[in-house]
């Protein structure tokens, strides 16, 4: 199985700020990485898939990048709807396998 | 626009069979474009793809869990199923199903359904 790595497990920001985290592969997987954003009590949502292209209706605050083995979830100015826990996949190769989640919370 | 909703028990006892069904609106379960899959998270932990079906029948599982999936689908209803057996504790989880396009992407998702396995 293709293991998905993800940091921080946590990141306390606050409204405005800058934000990266990053997700790495065990093995290479091309592009064929999606991110998802997912609220307490909620379904993920799909943000990101293929490494960086932007789902239909996603704010073009996040953005998306990498290739391989390492990749970047980045909100360029964090907003009140953006705390919530962040998860790649990996659609390289099956079994689809899913990073352990990165929080973002207030700071 | 699909939408997608699990229905199921919430409790099961430890060493039967969870049974799952979704149920998909808003588009035919019959398309080529996309497979339908499964998909767990534990209490406060991350995800956990359980597997995805074609509408022919087609599977894939996760090999953590193939021995005890069965994930089958009527086109006649419009519906999906998930049977895990033999369940333990550790199965308790909010089940989630959700259309798989664009290669293995998941979009929509149910609202997720919770199983306890408890006797």
């Known amino acids: 199985d293709i293991q998905m790595t993800q940091s921080p497990s946590t990141l306390s920001a606050s409204v405005g700020d800058r934000v990266t985290f990053t997700c790495r592969a065990s093995q290479s997987i091309s592009t064929w990485l999606a991110w998802y954003q997912q609220k307490p009590g909620r379904a993920p949502k799909l943000l990101i898939y293929?490494?960086?292209t932007l789902e239909t209706g996603v704010p073009s605050r996040f953005s998306g990048s990498g290739s391989g083995t390492e990749f970047t979830l980045t909100i360029s100015s964090l907003q009140p709807d953006d705390f919530a826990a962040y998860y790649c996949?990996?659609?390289?190769?099956?079994?689809?396998?899913f990073g352990q989640g990165t929080k973002v919370e207030v700071k | 626009q699909l939408q997608l909703q699990e229905s199921g028990p919430g409790l099961v006892k430890p060493s039967e069979t969870l049974s799952l069904t979704c149920t998909v609106s808003g588009g035919s379960i019959s398309t080529s474009l996309y497979y339908w899959g499964w998909i767990r998270q534990p209490p406060g932990k991350g995800l956990e793809w359980i597997g995805s079906?074609?509408?022919?029948?087609?599977?894939y599982y996760n090999p953590s869990l193939k021995s005890r999936v069965i994930i089958s689908v009527d086109t006649s209803k419009n519906q999906f199923s998930l049977k895990l057996s033999s369940v333990t504790a550790a199965d308790t989880a909010v089940y989630y199903c959700?259309?798989?396009?664009?290669?293995?992407?998941?979009?929509?998702w149910g609202q997720g359904t919770l199983v306890t396995v408890s006797s």
């Open positions: 293929k490494a960086s």
């Open positions: 996949q990996q659609f390289n190769t099956y079994p689809w396998t």
């Open positions: 079906i074609y509408y022919s029948g087609t599977t």
């Open positions: 959700a259309t798989q396009g664009g290669g293995g992407i998941f979009d929509p």
